[in-house]
Structure formats: C-alpha cells, structure tokens
C-alpha cells in the first residue's frame, strides 16, 4: 500500500486549503484514515481521523475548522482546512491503519503566513 498526499503550499492567515491522499493498493473500507501533522520543533501529532462507519474525530485544536472526508470507492481521504492559523504550519501525514498494518503517506507541507 502506498499512499500519496498533495495539497497545501503556501497560504495565507484565515485563508482556506485542501489536502488529499489517495491510496494505492488494497485499502478496504475497515481501514481508519487520518492526518497527523509534524509542526516545527514538535513531535508529530493527530489532526484528524476517520474510522469505518465514517467515525469521524478530530484534535481540539482543529475542530471547527477542518473537515475530513473519505471516498471508499476512490481510496482517498481529503482534509479541507479553513480559518488557518500561523500555528497549522506543518508538514502533513496522511495515515492508513488496520490492526498492525500502518501506512503513511510522504508528507505535505503547509506554510501559513501571516
């Protein structure tokens, strides 16, 4: 299983992006799917998941705010994210877990600037 992210770049405060990442291989619908994020000087941390039975959860951080979505039938998970701040600059993770199995995608930057 691969997982390929794109998306993010660079943004300004307040403004608006959208990440996704679609898998390659077989990802079947039991997998939970998320976005973890790695900020500068920190260790990476959950931004958001999305469980089968569409069990969505999301860090408290970026509730509100950001919205992920999954599509069973195309393999992919996106996270649509607004009202960005300085402090959602990171490098972005997309995430495909199963019992053992965890997979993760190369990562995506996402600068906001002020």
């Known amino acids: 299983?691969?997982?390929?992210?794109?998306?993010?770049?660079?943004?300004?405060?307040?403004?608006?992006?959208?990440?996704?990442?679609v898998a390659s291989g077989s990802i079947h619908n039991l997998y939970t799917l998320g976005w973890f994020r790695q900020?500068?000087?920190?260790?990476?941390?959950?931004?958001?998941?999305?469980?089968?039975?569409?069990?969505?959860?999301?860090?408290?951080?970026?509730?509100?705010?950001?919205?992920?979505?999954?599509?069973?039938?195309k393999n992919n998970v996106d996270l649509q994210m607004d009202t960005l701040s300085l402090e959602d600059t990171a490098v972005y993770y997309c995430n495909a877990r199963?019992?053992?199995?965890?997979?993760?995608?190369?990562g995506t930057q996402v600068t906001v600037s002020s």
């Open 1 to 21: 299983v691969q997982l390929q992210a794109s998306g993010g770049g660079l943004v300004q405060a307040g403004g608006s992006a959208r990440l996704s990442c």
């Open 98 to 106: 199963y019992t053992s199995y965890s997979f993760w995608g190369q």
């Open 39 to 73: 900020r500068p000087g920190k260790s990476r941390e959950l931004v958001a998941t999305v469980a089968p039975g569409n069990m969505i959860s999301y860090a408290d951080s970026v509730r509100g705010r950001f919205i992920i979505s999954r599509d069973n039938a």
